[in-house]
């Protein structure tokens, strides 16, 4: 007997019971709940449970208006979820139990109820695949990762490059001191090093993060995330923010002042931050991809780990009318000119201003299949 149900971050208690912060910070209500104050989405948990297995799923449903919904047709949706998420079993299943095989089919089922046209993850390279449509998934980008159960000496010596150890001795000798941010100045000083980075970087103005932002994740997630700071000469000049649970370490934002990268600040903070993982029995850390293959973040990245992940989007359509006739909308919109094949969903492209980069999102839709059987 399978059954399933959807919990909302006012169920922190429940959610917190069924998928833990410390088992999938990425899936935590305390992420979720951040993350709908940036984006006005609501966050919501799906769970299905098959008695030999069960599994839940964080995404994020927001709302969409656009003229072509006929009066009266009911509100329509998308979703979208945390970075490197996607379903993750609660309680993994036997061997070869085939329930997990239907779970794509349950959430689509709940997404035609609820009117949700169109589904979107950002994947972690190690979600289950049988929970998921595997026509709707999409190779993006290689990223990076460091084997922490190597342990320290064995990370420093085959893990990081020459360069990146001669590095973290330049920042070493240069006096770069690396703490973890004590106060909301310190958070502060960590959002002005990363204006800095996105002006730099000529970012969009989705990657210009309020201050809030960031205080958010210091005040309401002070076990699973961190800023390391690094400071010369009692200035801060560098730093990153990180996301961990039990297992696993996300690097997920990095900032400095290009003044002082002689100083290799990076270096400093970033593999004082692996060592500290190691010592606290992490297995493994996300360091993430970069802007264009091959790049200088990318290099940058790659001296820390020889290691690669595959990072993945799932991208599926349950509402195929719907969705033809938003992109039709946008289009119109827009001088009659088709949206971004690299955008999903489509309706919601960005007008091209600028060449996409591969923090976009890359996308073709994905129709969902039929309905599951009882």
């Given at each position: 007997m399978t059954s399933r149900y959807v919990l909302t971050t006012e169920d922190a208690e429940r959610w917190r019971a069924v998928l833990p912060t410390n088992a999938f910070v990425m899936g935590s209500v305390e992420y979720a709940r951040v993350l709908e104050k940036l984006t006005g989405g609501a966050a919501r948990l799906f769970v299905a449970d098959w008695g030999q297995a069960a599994a839940a799923y964080p995404f994020l449903?927001?709302?969409v208006r656009a003229p072509p919904l006929a009066a009266g047709a009911g509100e329509r949706w998308d979703t979208f979820t945390p970075e490197y998420s996607g379903p993750i079993f609660t309680r993994p299943p036997p061997p070869g139990d085939a329930g997990a095989s239907r779970f794509a089919d349950l959430f689509a089922a709940y997404c035609r109820e609820q009117g949700i046209v169109a589904e979107f993850a950002h994947l972690s390279p190690w979600t289950p695949p049988e929970l998921l449509d595997e026509s709707c998934v999409h190779p993006n980008r290689e990223i990076v990762y460091i084997d922490l159960t190597w342990g320290e000496e064995e990370i420093w010596r085959r893990s990081l490059t020459t360069d990146a150890r001669r590095q973290v001795k330049q920042a070493e000798r240069a006096g770069v001191r690396v703490r973890r941010a004590a106060s909301v100045e310190d958070v502060r000083e960590f959002h002005r090093l990363y204006e800095l980075t996105m002006a730099?970087?000529?970012?969009?103005?989705?990657?210009?993060?309020?201050l809030e932002h960031f205080v958010a994740f210091f005040e309401t997630m002070p076990d699973n995330a961190f800023f390391a700071l690094a400071e010369h000469h009692d200035r801060v000049i560098?730093?990153?923010?990180?996301?961990h649970?039990?297992?696993?370490?996300?690097?997920h934002l990095s900032a400095a002042d290009m003044a002082f990268s002689g100083i290799r600040p990076v270096n400093a903070?970033?593999?004082?931050?692996?060592?500290?993982?190691v010592r606290q029995?992490?297995?493994?850390?996300?360091c993430g991809g970069a802007y264009q293959a091959g790049d200088g973040v990318f290099r940058f990245k790659a001296n820390f780990s020889p290691l690669r992940a595959q990072f993945r989007t799932y991208r599926r359509v349950h509402d195929m009318a719907t969705y033809a006739a938003l992109t039709r909308a946008w289009s119109a919109q827009h001088g009659g000119q088709p949206p971004s094949s690299e955008f999903f969903p489509a309706y919601r492209s960005v007008a091209p201003t600028r060449p996409a980069t591969s923090r976009d999102v890359l996308a073709e839709p994905c129709a969902a299949a039929a309905a599951p059987r009882d």
């Open positions: 449903q927001r709302s730099r970087r000529n970012a969009a103005d989705r990657y210009h993060f309020p560098a730093g990153g923010l990180y996301f649970d039990e297992r696993e370490v996300v690097w903070y970033h593999y004082d931050t692996i060592r500290w993982a029995g992490k297995r493994r850390m996300l």
